[in-house]
């Protein structure tokens, strides 16, 4: 049975790359030395006719723990620097059953699972077993996308569905370090919004894009789930250093899921819902321009004068924000989800 690699590697590493590794093998070392072993947390994944892509993440935990399950991931409420006190397992092999099918895959150098498998799947949610070393298996749901063309939502998180009313500079910090789950704040009106595009549109994919780690996936999920949103992909980024330098790019990770999602799924038109506090429209205006018929709109919330001023330090959106003329497509701009729907459905979106 072959074994894919879920992330190509370069030849020369970055050094920040190179030091993380040295760490995480540590760190590895050590733990396994006293008894920790891997277990599979499991991330939802999508995917078309004959593909589904396959998302998770292998860590060390205790001797008593087990894998962890799908009803503790969306129970165990935890405050956010326990999301980031993790050892992960890199190079691991795991199994990954499709419709009776098993895969071995390897995770990469941040223990991450992110490949694209073959599959036989039917269009609708299914849930695939993912499994480590001698550890029980790990459900991971997937939603597959049939060939007829529909609609679906493509979602950011913060400012979006959630507020944390902190200044941006410190709300990565806070997220990760200190703040506990149930203290973020819902966007008024946005679970409704998006639970009715559900119900026009029953095969719709929802999928949430944001610059978080995947590190709070888990609580992230959780959220959504506690305050009505419908279940969906979280596509998030790895923390920490990368092969090719320091820090990522949050504005190039949401470009480059939106062509990826343009290419893998060719028949939905997809309805982009961001807000105006950092860069949402300026991105989903310039691939409304560069695929106009991927877009079915785009639907922005508009900050509060004092969110603007957390957001980036000024009352108003960006100087580079572009206005509803620049975009090929229909949009609206509101400050909440029951605006956001009105406009849409004024527009014939809903």
Known sequence: MPVTDSAPTRRRPHLASLLEDRVTRTVEGLLRRRGWRAHVLAYHGYGGTGWVRVMGRVLLSRPSSQALSDQQVRTAAVRGWRSFATAPVASADVEVEVG??????????????DCVLDSDLPPGRHELQLRVEDGLPVPAPVVVVGDQPTVGLVSDIDDTVMVTSLPRPLIAAWNTFVLHEQARHVVPGMGPLYRELVVRHPDAPVLYLSTGAFNVAPTLARFLERHGYPAGPLLLTDWGPTNTGWFRSGREHKAAALERLADE????????????????????AEFARERPDRVLGIAIRQLTPGEQVLAHGTLGPLPEDHGPEDSPVPQVR??????????LRSLGLL
Do not use: C, K
């Open 100 to 113: 009776g099918t098993v895969h071995r895959v390897r995770t990469d150098r941040g223990g991450f699972i």
């Open 334 to 343: 509101a400050p909440d989800g029951t605006a956001l729907g009105d406009g």
């Open 265 to 284: 799924l060719p028949q939905v038109r997809w309805l982009l819902v961001g807000d105006d506090g950092q860069h949402d429209p300026e991105i989903y």
